[in-house]
T-cell receptor, first 114, second 116 residues
Framework: DAGITQSPRHKVTETGTPVTLRCHQTENHRYMYWYRQDPGHGLRLIHYSYGVKDTDKGEVSDGYSVSRSKTEDFLLTLESATSSQTSVYFC?????????????FGPGTRLTVL | KNQVEQSPQSLIILEGKNCTLQCNYTVSPFSNLRWYKQDTGRGPVSLTIMTFSENTKSNGRYTATLDADTKQSSLHITASQLSDSASYICVVRARLTGGGADGLTFGKGTHLIIQP
C-alpha cells in the first residue's frame, strides 16, 4: 500500500458522535486525498490537500472537515456522525513530480455509524 | 458532466479462461485513463495508465486498450487465476487548466469472480 497507513481500520460509532480518521504516509508526497466508497458509486472525493495547511473541498465534503499540520498526516473529521456517513474511507497520496498524476491508495477504514 | 461507465457490473468465469472488461467515458478534455485492481478489503492498486497516444499497454496477463476516438477502453485478462478475483475500476483523468483536485472520474467497477 505504497507507504500509507490508515487508522483505525474499523470503527463502529453512534449517531452524533465525533470521529477522526487518520492517514499517515512515509513517502513525503505533497498531495493527499480522502475518498469514500459506497455500493453503487465510484470512489468520491471528500477533501484533498496540496500541502501543509493547504486543503480544499471535493464533491462530497458536507459534514466533513480535514486538517494537515504535517506533511505525513492528513486527518478526516466527522464532527457529528450520521448514518449516511457509514462507508469505507480511503486515503490516497500523489507525488507532485509524477507526470501521470498517479494516486496511491491506503488500505481503507470501514466506518459504521449506528 | 464527466462520466465513466463500466460493463459488465459483475462477471463469473472459470479459472484458466480469458475475459474482457469494458469502460466507456465522456470525460473531456482527456488526459489519461487508468485501470485499478481492488481486492476485497484492500485499497485500489494501479494496473496500467494510458495517455492519448497509447492504444495498448500490458502488465503481465493484463492488457489494456484505449480508443480515444470512440472514448472506450478495455481490460483483457489472459489465463485467469483465482487471485484475479477482485473489482476492476476504470478511472479517467481530465486535463486541467488550473489548480484544484486531480479531475478524476471513477467508474463503479466490475466485480470479477474466478471459479476453480
Amino acid at each position: 500500500d505504497a507507504g500509507i497507513t490508515q487508522s483505525p481500520r474499523h470503527k463502529v460509532t453512534e449517531t452524533g458522535t465525533p470521529v477522526t480518521l487518520r492517514c499517515h504516509q512515509t513517502e513525503n508526497h505533497r498531495y493527499m486525498y480522502w475518498y469514500r466508497q459506497d455500493p453503487g458509486h465510484g470512489l468520491r472525493l471528500i477533501h484533498y490537500s496540496y500541502g501543509v495547511k493547504d486543503t480544499d473541498k471535493g464533491e462530497v465534503s458536507d459534514g466533513y472537515s480535514v486538517s494537515r499540520s504535517k506533511t505525513e498526516d492528513f486527518l478526516l473529521t466527522l464532527e457529528s456522525a450520521t448514518s449516511s456517513q457509514t462507508s469505507v474511507y480511503f486515503c490516497a497520496i500523489r507525488d507532485a513530480s509524477d507526470n501521470y498524476n498517479e494516486q496511491f491508495f491506503g488500505p481503507g477504514t470501514r466506518l459504521t455509524v449506528l | 458532466k464527466n462520466q465513466v461507465e463500466q460493463s459488465p457490473q459483475s462477471l463469473i468465469i472459470l479459472e484458466g479462461k480469458n475475459c474482457t472488461l469494458q469502460c466507456n467515458y465522456t470525460v473531456s478534455p482527456f488526459s489519461n485513463l487508468r485501470w485499478y485492481k481492488q481486492d476485497t478489503g484492500r485499497g485500489p492498486v494501479s494496473l496500467t495508465i494510458m495517455t492519448f497516444s497509447e492504444n495498448t499497454k500490458s502488465n503481465g496477463r493484463y492488457t489494456a486498450t484505449l480508443d480515444a476516438d470512440t472514448k472506450q477502453s478495455s481490460l483483457h485478462i489472459t489465463a485467469s487465476q483465482l487471485s484475479d478475483s477482485a473489482s476492476y475500476i476504470c478511472v479517467v483523468r481530465a486535463r486541467l487548466t488550473g489548480g484544484g483536485a486531480d479531475g478524476l472520474t471513477f467508474g463503479k467497477g466490475t466485480h470479477l469472480i474466478i471459479q476453480p
